[in-house]
């Protein structure tokens, strides 16, 4: 009897306490706000993203704020058909100062990933290379394929935009990091090459590198399968 008294306590407790925590918590503890592209990594922030995949509607959300505080800049595109079909369909064309080697297609849950990548690694390249970063360079995200191009065996996460590869990234003072020249040297190079790719392990699914096989050797994998499986 004294543990189901107990219990009930805990759960009114709880109840009465809601409003603060949804007012207090902060993004990375709190469940019940919605995502923003400046929350910083987390579980909670993993959680959220994982809601997305499910809530197309709530993830566009998150992209139109991301659009209106100039943070991304996208557009809506029409479904995709096909052996690799695509639902709601963004096309990226920057995010807010850093410019792409080109426009990609991606899924609404990797256009959100993308953007949290590209604010983040932009601060943390200001910060380690006393200049922020301005150009992505990548060699796309959509591409209807099974995994490797083989011929045979599962659809690639490139299938359904669910993947973006990353080759390089240009600073402001106008530094190329280059995945497949700078990963092992120079030093300062190399050493900010996988401060990159590490904060991508905190924002997607998954993120591959040079050292995951000879496949990724000329680039990041950042896709969404997973949670922050890093290699």
Known sequence: MRTLILFLLLIALGWVSLPWLKQHLPPQFNPFTPLSVTDPPGWMTQMKMKRLASDPDACLAVM????QAGFVSFSER?????????????RIQKFGPVSLSSSFLASCPMAVAST??????RAQTAQ???SPLVRISHVGSYAC???????????????TADAWDVTA???ADGQRLEVSRHWQQPEEKAAMLHTLWRGGCGVFGNALGPDYNASHASHFHLGMRGAGYCR
Do not use: D
């Not at 139109?64 to 659009?67: C, E, G, K, L, V």
């Not at 394929?145 to 299938?159: F, K, P």
């Open 64 to 67: 139109r704020r991301a659009q």
């Open 78 to 90: 029409p479904a995709v058909s096909g052996q690799c079909p695509l639902s709601h369909p963004l």
């Open 128 to 130: 380690q290379m006393q």
């Open 145 to 159: 394929r099974n995994i490797y191009h083989r011929a045979q065996g599962r659809l690639s996460e490139h299938a």
């Open 116 to 121: 949290m990548y590209a604010l983040r690694s």
């Open 169 to 171: 990234f240009q600073l």
